[in-house]
Every structure is written in structure tokens, then in C-alpha cells.
């Protein structure tokens, strides 16, 4: 089997890359670590490269229609991954799972129509519907025992007939929890019983950690698969988010053709020249390097935490259960927000995600990108701890 190298350090200053190119404007200097945007520092996989590398060979980037292979790829790592089985007319391509959240909103709601979310949460859960005039309704996650879970209860006291969509995150980025399977069946019986449907955006779902397992919301009940559409990529999971390639995945076949028409309509379904490629690419040829990489990723969570415990004791990291985000605890700080981001940014010199741009909860903490060599993982860590002193 082939080994891959994740001790690689590549230098991405200058490459346009948002991580380390927009540090000026966004944290006021430039000479910070950056461990925030959610892609990775490891090179991108080899069959992806030598995907986009043969049709450039080609020398022609002209109009090019969607690999036979596409749908026939995503269908077969979904059972292989998952033990999701799909019919691949099910599925349908979508420049992005933003823009695909967009899309939802849009097309399923109305200016006014409130949307629930669960912060923290991934700020664009808010920050889309909002700019597109819809209401943001909080259903915070409860904290419990340095872990979270799903307020189910409180959400059921929220709703109200003009609740029209839920944006469930699952895997939930920022806290890292791949939710169980009873959460997400009593969410569904939730949302059927009150009209609402559930956008499932489930970009980290490949990323599952410590033998925890991806649960997609579809498979969980009858009516979790009649009331839902997930969104999908490679992206987080094969360091390709620049390619800007997804999918979603309706099973419920009015809603389907509904939202198919749409993107077809507005020939939002039309994938670039590379889309297709590197997505069949990385689902038929990417098990070994996400099995390698995944365990990279786990070894440098755990010399975190072991960091943390010896070190830092004031800072905890709450485990992920999936992806290469790491939420990290502060508030024994005893900081404000501004100052506790004003101690990473001016005195750690490190470039995290503010933990409040997440929603309520999020006060407190900070968000830890780790998906990168170890040994930048521990220079972060030691600016950190000498910041602390
Ligand atoms: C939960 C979640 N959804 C969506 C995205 C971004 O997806 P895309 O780049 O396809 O819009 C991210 C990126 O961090 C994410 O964490």
C-alpha cells in the first residue's frame, strides 16, 4: 500500500490561498500562524493532481460535459462509506454547499420565513439566511460534560408556523460531534410534525475520528428521508476545496424534481471542466490516503490535548469526533472575548477562529484548525503557551 507524507510543510503564503493571503485584513497583521480557514496544509492527494493534470495536458479547456462516472462514484463511496444506499437520479451536482444552503433558502422559503440553526455553528448558517431576509432562530446546543448535544426539547418550545427550515449540521462543525442516530430520528418526527424541512449539510462527513460514526440524517427514519436534502462534498475530505465541487442528495421525489427544475432552469447544475474529474478521482481512488490522513489527524489531536494537560491547563480541547477542527475551551482564562482574541492574535501570534463568530455559546472559545503537519501544530502550541505566561 502507498504511504503518504502529511510532515510535508508547503508554503502557501502568496498562492492566494484565503488562509494565509487575507491575514492582513482580517486579523490586522500578517505575521500570525494561521490555523482557521477549514481546509488543510497537506498536499492535495496525487490521483486528484493527476486528474486536473491530464486534461490540461490536453491542452483544450472548452465546454465539457458531466465524467459518465460521476454519479456512479458518489453512489458507490456513499454505500462503501456510509452504508448509504442511493439511487444516483437522487443526486444532483451544486457549485458549492453554501451556495447550495443558499439555493434552499431561496427557493424553499420566503423573506420573513424563520429558519432554525443550532449554534455555534458554522457562521454562514446565519449569516445566508439573514442576508437573504430570512430570521434566524436559535436552538443553542447544550453543554454537557465538556461534550454537546441537541436541545430537542427547547427546540420544540422555538417553533412556530412560520419556522419553515431547519440548517442541521451534521457532522456539527465547530464542535466536532457526528450526532446519534436516536437524536437525529427524534429531530425528524420534530420537524415532519411542524412542516419543516431539514437542510442537512454534511461536508464533514467523510471525517469521522476515533471509531466514530457518520450517521446521515436521510438514513435514519422514513420521514427524516422524505423531509430532507444533504449536502455533500470531497472537499474537507480530500484538501480540494478550491475546486468547488458538491452534490446533493434528495430522496423525496416532489421535492426533487422542484429543486432539480430549479438548477436546471438556472443551469446552476452545469459542472466546471474539473468538478467531475477530480470528484470521481477522489471516490474511487481515495480510501487509503483519507484512511492515513484521518489518522494523522487523530495523532494531532491527542499531542493537543496531551499539550494542553501538561502546559496549559487553563486552555481544554474538546475531542472532535470528526474533522480537523478543534474547539478550544478558554474561559478559564478568564478573558473577555476581545481580549482573549487579542492574546492569540498579538501576543500567541496565531491566527484562530473566534469562537463568538460561531453564535451563542460560543464565547469563550476558539477554534483550532490541525489539519497540517505536527510540527506546525507544536510551534502554535508553544507561541501559545508562551503568550499564557
Ligand atoms: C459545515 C460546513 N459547511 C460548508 C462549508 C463550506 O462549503 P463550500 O466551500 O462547499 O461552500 C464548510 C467549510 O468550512 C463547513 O464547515
Not at 49 to 62: F, K, P, S
Not at 111 to 127: A, L
Amino acid at each position: 500500500m502507498k504511504l503518504y507524507n502529511f510532515e510535508e510543510i508547503i508554503d502557501r503564503r502568496g498562492s492566494g490561498s484565503i488562509k494565509t493571503d487575507v491575514l492582513p485584513e482580517r486579523f490586522g497583521r500578517s505575521d500570525l500562524l494561521p490555523m482557521w480557514v477549514a481546509d488543510m496544509d497537506f498536499r492535495t492527494p496525487d490521483f486528484i493532481l493527476d486528474a486536473i493534470h491530464e486534461v490540461c495536458d490536453h491542452g483544450i479547456l472548452g465546454y465539457t460535459k458531466c465524467p459518465d462516472a460521476y454519479y456512479a462514484s458518489i453512489a458507490q463511496w456513499l454505500q462503501q462509506q456510509h452504508r448509504w444506499e442511493i439511487q444516483p437520479e437522487w443526486l444532483q451536482f451544486l457549485p458549492g454547499v453554501v451556495k447550495g444552503i443558499a439555493l434552499c433558502v431561496s427557493h424553499f422559503t420566503q423573506p420573513g420565513d424563520k429558519i432554525i440553526i443550532q449554534p455555534p455553528v458554522y457562521y454562514p448558517f446565519r449569516s445566508v439566511p439573514e442576508q437573504l431576509g430570512r430570521t434566524i432562530v436559535n436552538n443553542p446546543l447544550q453543554e454537557v460534560d465538556g461534550t454537546y448535544c441537541m436541545d430537542l426539547q427547547h427546540l420544540r418550545t422555538v417553533i412556530d408556523s412560520n419556522c419553515k427550515m431547519l440548517i442541521l449540521c451534521n457532522p456539527h462543525n465547530p464542535v466536532g460531534i457526528t450526532w446519534e442516530k436516536e437524536t437525529l430520528q427524534e429531530l425528524a418526527e420534530i420537524c415532519v410534525e411542524n412542516n419543516i424541512l431539514v437542510i442537512s449539510d454534511e461536508i464533514h462527513a467523510d471525517l469521522s475520528l476515533f471509531g466514530h460514526k457518520h450517521i446521515p440524517f436521510a438514513t435514519v427514519s422514513d420521514s427524516a428521508q422524505a423531509n430532507s436534502i444533504t449536502l455533500m462534498a470531497p472537499s474537507k475530505t480530500f484538501n480540494m476545496a478550491g475546486i468547488v465541487s458538491s452534490f446533493c442528495i434528495i430522496p423525496n421525489p416532489a421535492l426533487r424534481k422542484d429543486f432539480f427544475h430549479y438548477l436546471k432552469a438556472t443551469e446552476l447544475d452545469q459542472m466546471h471542466i474539473f468538478a467531475g474529474i477530480t470528484t470521481v478521482a477522489a471516490y474511487r481512488q481515495g480510501a487509503a490516503w483519507l484512511q492515513q490522513m484521518l489518522a494523522y489527524v487523530e495523532q494531532n489531536i491527542l499531542f493537543v490535548q496531551t499539550y494542553l494537560q501538561q502546559h496549559l491547563p487553563l486552555v481544554k480541547a474538546v475531542i472532535p469526533q470528526a474533522s480537523f477542527l478543534i474547539w478550544l475551551d478558554c474561559r478559564k482564562l478568564g478573558l473577555s472575548q476581545k481580549d482573549l482574541v487579542a492574546l492569540f492574535i498579538d501576543k500567541a501570534r496565531l491566527a484562530l477562529n473566534d469562537g463568538s463568530t460561531f453564535g451563542p455559546g460560543g464565547e469563550g472559545f476558539m477554534r483550532m484548525n490541525i489539519g497540517c503537519p505536527q510540527a506546525i501544530v507544536a510551534k502554535a502550541l508553544e507561541q501559545l503557551r508562551n503568550a499564557c505566561i
